[in-house]
């Protein structure tokens, strides 16, 4: 009698803590689906994310074809030679981090509760992104562009993309920030199938940071980073379409 007590109590506790534990995905997925208008502008936000960085790769082959880079000369040579088609990539790229920013405001929402820590810090990293790679986009297209169409190009050197010891360089750094607030955000997506894929491909993006700064710091010639920019190059608007599917509805 005492045995079957036993069982008996073991068998309701397991059946209690089945239920509790189904009343929490339910609760989880429930809050998901209930996003409502924080869905919609997730979906948007990361399809225009997708579409903007795709559009960055794009658009850098094409002014590479119709502008082959050139060893660096100095200044003076490239304000002689140079095309406003040089800076076509520049256009998706500053429009990146506002779509950016706003979808990862909405991973935050769509966090569970216990994860929202990553989804957190994954925005704050991503805010720094944002900052350093608006500045520098602008910088290009407000200061440099219009000096080097009309030859002014006193103090110009220090700006230029051009230039591999430029400041330009130096905030192009916002992508390995950019990589690294991804990497933190993987750990926001567990579910179905296609939050597997997110959150794998978030992880192979973030894996390419000691690359890329490696790379910046000198360390690594540009052979050696190629590889970690094809992640990239892949991996985020791939990962943004994933999001923005997930958003629109199913994991």
Same mark, same amino acid.
């Not at 073991?10 to 009343?23: E, H, L, T, Y």
């Not at 990862?104 to 216990?114: D, F, K, Q």
């Not at 933190?184 to 997506?189: E, G, K, N, Q, S």
């Given at each position: 009698m005492a045995k079957n007590t036993k069982t008996t =109590?073991?068998?309701?506790?397991?059946?209690?803590?089945?239920?509790?534990?189904?009343?929490a995905r339910r609760s989880t997925s429930g809050s998901r689906k209930a996003l409502g208008g924080v869905g919609r502008i997730g979906f948007w936000s990361a399809l225009l994310s997708g579409l903007f960085a795709a559009g960055w790769a794009i658009t850098l082959a094409?002014?590479?074809?119709?502008?082959?880079?050139?060893?660096?000369?100095?200044?003076?040579?490239?304000?002689?030679?140079?095309?406003?088609?040089?800076?076509?990539?520049?256009?998706?790229?500053?429009?990146?981090?506002?779509?950016?920013?706003?979808?990862?405001?909405?991973?935050?929402?769509?966090?569970?509760?216990?994860?929202?820590?990553?989804?957190?810090?994954?925005?704050?990293?991503?805010?720094?992104?944002?900052?350093?790679?608006?500045?520098?986009?602008?910088?290009?297209?407000? =200061?440099?562009?219009?000096?080097?169409?009309?030859?002014?190009?006193?103090?110009?050197?220090?700006?230029?993309?051009?230039?591999?010891?430029?400041?330009f360089w130096a905030l192009a750094n916002a992508y390995p920030v950019q990589s690294f607030a991804l990497l933190?955000?993987?750990?926001?997506?567990d579910g179905g199938r296609r939050e597997r894929w997110i959150r794998w491909i978030f992880i192979a993006v973030g894996a390419t940071v000691p690359v890329q700064l490696a790379f910046s710091l000198g360390f690594l010639p540009p052979a050696f980073a190629l590889p970690a920019l094809g992640i990239w190059v892949i991996g985020l608007p791939v990962s943004c379409f994933l999001i923005a599917a997930l958003f629109r509805g199913g994991k």
């Open positions: =109590a073991k068998v309701g506790s397991r059946q209690k803590k089945g239920a509790v534990d189904n009343r094409i002014q590479n074809i119709l502008v082959p880079p050139q060893p660096w000369a100095g200044i003076e040579a490239l304000a002689s030679s140079f095309r406003p088609v040089e800076m076509l990539n520049l256009i998706p790229a500053i429009l990146l981090p506002w779509p950016f920013i706003v979808m990862m405001v909405c991973i935050h929402y769509y966090a569970a509760e216990e994860k929202k820590v990553w989804s957190l810090s994954g925005l704050a990293i991503s805010i720094v992104y944002a900052v350093m790679a608006s500045s520098n986009y602008f910088i290009q297209l407000v =200061a440099v562009r219009p000096n080097l169409l009309s030859g002014e190009t006193d103090g110009l050197a220090l700006f230029v993309a051009a230039n591999p010891n430029s400041i933190l955000t993987a750990w926001v997506f």
